[in-house]
């Protein structure tokens, strides 16, 4: 994550604050916030950023910490890496927006139905800078990618949200709603394949039920389309590109300590 | 008290439930995937049955504030505002069960408590990022042991329950290895001069708990509901 994002958000997050309440908090943190060029020109920084100046930051250290570094793994199943996002424009849900518009996937307009665990009501203004609030938001900044034969894990450095597949026929019957679902993943062919049940999003009382397909490609990109079951019909949503970025390396992130810095949350 | 936090997790969220989990051990370095359960009380405390080698100063700072730890002061016990607990504090804990996942680059301890994710570089000793909640944790195998180098922890986590402390050049060695299909043994090398005269080690075994799996946990949530955020 690079520090010109990282200030970004923090910029972002007392702007929300004062100008636009409770839900304008979630949108500075979801990936709608971001432009390309904060992706196409993330830098690492972030070590300088995290440390308080301590560690100044070279390139080839990060080179050097990547998974695998470049170039990728030849092997199409062989998704272990790192990645940024890209959604694609102009495709389903991936539409140019107008300026203000809602991010694909955003947060629920203000005074969306309350009740149960989608309401918005569940956050406060402190916690919903650090709150998950639906599916589509789950493909953050900087993703790494980490599959063996039993399960697959989508690890998203921003506000440390994990998503969790595991290779298997059915579901878990026991699977409440949540804001990652339950996943299942298999493949077909080389296309990863991962069906997510009980998702839930918060200020819609039911949950949904989401299909992506993930196809490895020879620049090390990973190509996701994403589906929702409407109706009893798969329709398609968006789709995103996950982009090999072998140039950067996971870092922890705490969205709680950036709301405390910002009078949220626990004061 | 953080146990009664993590209590709470489990309780609010439908926790760790049911689940396809592999019933035996697995072969190989694979043997520690699965969802394991510490023993014990959540303290670490040395394996040879000796004091904890404090040093004056050290543990002065930590009696002052022990009570208020254990008792969940957010003031003093940061876990208590959502923050992470850091290492090897949540691992050693029996109330926060984990999963731990083995691929080739890295070794994943994934929580479900605030969906925390402990990563295990499983690659060549690098430069320290840092401090961070987890600290830099660099793996390597040796045979079937996975060992740990663990160093960078952050200011605002205890080694255990009790807020023991430890300095910011503090280095931990853990030695994760089989007992068996059904248990794992912890040997957690404490080295900080710092806080203690000398290195000490505990032991902490963990009982592996097929059935169960991780679900998601959102801590500031959870305290919102109880009434502890400000509105």
């Known amino acids: 994550m690079s520090a010109r994002w990282r200030n970004h958000r923090r910029t972002g997050l007392c702007a929300c604050v004062l100008a636009m309440g409770a839900w304008g908090m979630p949108a500075m943190a979801q990936v709608g916030a971001a432009t390309l060029d904060d992706i196409a020109d993330a830098p690492p920084q972030f070590k300088e950023a995290l440390s308080g100046g301590k560690i100044k930051p070279q390139a080839?250290?990060?080179?050097?910490?990547?998974?695998?570094?470049?170039?990728?793994?030849?092997d199409p199943r062989d998704l272990n890496g790192m990645y940024n996002f890209l959604r694609a424009p102009g495709g389903p849900g991936g539409a140019p927006r107008a300026p203000g518009a809602a991010a694909p996937g955003g947060p629920p307009p203000r005074g969306a139905a309350p009740g149960g665990l989608a309401s918005p009501r569940v956050s406060n203004v402190g916690a919903g800078a650090c709150v998950i609030?639906?599916?589509?938001?789950?493909?953050?900044?900087?993703?790494?990618i980490l599959i063996n034969p039993r399960q697959v894990l989508f690890?998203?450095?921003?506000?440390?949200?994990?998503?969790?597949?595991?290779?298997?026929?059915?579901?878990?019957?026991?699977?409440?709603?949540?804001?990652?679902?339950?996943?299942?993943?298999?493949?077909?062919?080389?296309?990863?394949?991962i069906d997510t049940t009980q998702v839930a999003t918060r200020g819609k009382p039911d949950t949904d039920h989401y299909v992506e397909r993930m196809t490895k490609q020879a620049d090390g990109n990973i190509a996701i389309e994403r589906f929702r079951e409407t109706d009893g019909q798969l329709a398609p949503v968006e789709k995103v590109a996950l982009r090999w970025r072998p140039d950067l390396h996971y870092v922890e992130d705490i969205c709680e300590d950036f709301g405390e810095a910002f009078g949220i949350g626990y004061q | 008290m953080m146990a009664k936090g993590m209590?709470?997790?489990?309780?609010?969220?439908?926790?760790?439930?049911?689940?396809?989990?592999?019933?035996?051990?697995?072969?190989?370095?694979?043997?520690?995937?699965?969802?394991?359960?510490?023993?014990?009380?959540g303290t670490l405390k040395p394996a040879d049955g000796k004091p904890i080698p404090f040093k004056p100063v050290a543990a002065m700072a930590w009696n002052a504030q022990k009570a208020a730890f254990v008792a969940g002061d957010p003031k003093v016990d940061f876990s208590r505002r959502c923050k992470p607990p850091g290492e090897p504090r949540l691992m050693s804990d029996p109330r926060t069960p984990f999963a731990v996942i083995v691929t080739k680059p890295r070794v994943l301890f994934a929580y479900q408590w605030n969906r925390l994710v402990r990563m295990i570089e499983m690659e060549a000793p690098r430069e320290v990022i840092g401090p961070v909640y987890f600290g830099q944790n660099a793996g390597h195998w040796e045979g079937e042991v996975l060992v740990v180098d663990v160093q960078a922890l952050h200011p605002n986590t205890g080694l255990d329950r009790t807020g023991l402390p430890h300095g910011e050049k503090a280095r931990l060695t853990e030695r994760f290895r089989s007992l068996g299909a059904r248990q794992m043994e912890a040997t957690i090398t404490i080295d900080d001069p710092a806080t203690y005269t000398a290195p000490w080690t505990a032991r902490v075994v963990f009982d592996r708990q097929p059935g169960l799996t991780v679900k998601e946990d959102i801590c500031l949530d959870r305290e919102n509901l109880a009434g502890k955020l400000k509105q």
């Open chain 2, 7 to 41: 209590m709470m997790a489990l309780v609010t969220t439908g926790a760790l439930i049911g689940a396809a989990a592999p019933a035996a051990a697995l072969s190989g370095q694979d043997w520690i995937e699965g969802v394991w359960q510490a023993r014990g009380d």
């Open chain 1, 133 to 144: 609030n639906n599916f589509a938001g789950l493909t953050s900044y900087s993703t790494t």
């Open chain 1, 60 to 74: 080839s250290e990060l080179t050097r910490q990547n998974i695998q570094g470049a170039p990728p793994s030849q």
């Open chain 1, 155 to 193: 690890l998203m450095e921003e506000n440390h949200l994990m998503r969790w597949a595991r290779f298997a026929d059915t579901h878990d019957p026991a699977a409440k709603p949540s804001f990652t679902g339950d996943s299942i993943a298999r493949w077909d062919g080389d296309t990863l394949v």
